[in-house]
């Protein structure tokens, strides 16, 4: 699909061809050291950012790498798309920030007298402090403007629930989001629209922010502020300017979004996974969350994973004490790397990498107790070296342990495959693939599609795809070819 023309409002928001700064935000202090300090919010003076390490998974991103080209190809001046207009200022400006209970009760009237939608964003600092809690809440409206809210410094935000009522919330990649919105008060009292999901559904190759906007509004959006550590306080004026940006388009983004899917027969679809996404319950507690540690698979002996337990336990309980990211206390390579060494000594355990940075020397007798409490614990006391499985065995060792299962999942594969190509939507929007698996491994007795039907709604799938899929799969499974021996093996 070609790119729409700018909208009114991104016109308005910035010239074409508008400048964007490409300086680098400043390297971050050693959070594991030192302490961020809590100054008033939204001073124009500016302190010291950081830019996030690590790349993005591409599928989850919506982004793609960028590649070579091939040997003798060469890029042309004429061949080249225009560049896009690039947003950089918002339309009215870089907002004052609400960070006091006189600013949130005037912001909840401006908010309660604005009208439709409301674009909802929030900034987390994810790498840099404990937990996944917001530290700036951006909204839009219109008739309000843009507000940004320091949930820090007002950790209830409930009155602008209220004052929003049943409006319809407008977000991108809304699952990362609600969570921690809800934790201070703000949930959606109405409708919801997920940019990011509808993109997906659409058939976008990337459904980033900024892609989508390229893509509908042909505007480009600057993201060079996007992992710095948003608990800073003050927090600098050209990060909040980016965070007003983040909200500035997603109103008119939405209404082209909606247009497309409508355009695609796909808006009833997306009601249905916007409400699932607004109504989905909390993630449940993981069970043994110290065995997602990086590295894990090193560990070979039981008592070698009890270190690894203790050690993270120890870094957990010192990274919430402090309120910093537990791999700024001790990353899990050092984890692992105790865990294999099993030193007993200050001069052993500074050996190893990591530990011999000042601020692991100061903690090396927390740590060499942590490791003496997983060398030291009972046998009947170690951790398992697996888990019991929740849900089948991984599907490549089907053939042998259930060829019938084997055959029905390559079957399922397939119908699912094709429609996903046939509708232009991602094989796992159209159906979990978990679900898949499970409904292949224990099918439905009797195998036709009413049975498929209840199974799928059982599993968590939405109407809209338990009707375009329960017929053929039951079908397919049905028919999936015979095997001499379908008794499962142990």
Known sequence: MTARQPSPAAADASPAGAPVSSTPDPAPADAADASTAQQPVGSQGAQPGASGSGAADPEATGTEASGTEAPGAEASDADAPAPLPVLT???EGVPDVVADP?????????????????????ERASGYRYGQRAFLVQLRRAGTGTLLVDPDALPDLSSLTAAMGDAEWVLHAAGQDLPCLAAVGLRPGGALVDTELGARLAGFPKVGLAAVLQRLLGVDLA??????????R????PWLRYAALDVELLLPLRDALLEVLEEQG???????????????PPAPPRTDPWRRTSGLHAIRSRRQLAVVRELWEERERLAQLRDVSPGRVLPDRAVVAAATAMPTSPAALAALPVFSGPANRRRAATWLEAIRRGQGMADRDLPPTSTPATGPPPPRTWKDRDPAAAARLAAAREVVTTRSEELDVPVEN??????????????????DEEGLVSALAAGGARAWQVALLAGPLAQAMADAP?????ARRP
């Open 430 to 447: 159209l159906l979990q693939p978990d679900l898949l698996r499970r409904t292949c491994w224990e099918p439905p007795q009797p195998l």
């Open 102 to 122: 006189e600013a949130l009760a005037e912001a909840a009237a401006r908010l309660a007298a604005g009208t439709g939608p409301v674009a909802v964003d929030a």
């Open 223 to 232: 993201k060079e502020h996007s992992a710095v550590d948003w608990s800073t």
């Open 266 to 280: 796909k808006l009833a679809w997306a009601a249905e996974e916007f409400a699932a996404v607004r109504d989905a």
């Open 482 to 486: 015979p095997v001499e021996a379908s």
């Open 234 to 237: 003050p927090l600098p004026e």
């Open 89 to 91: 200022e918002p339309a």
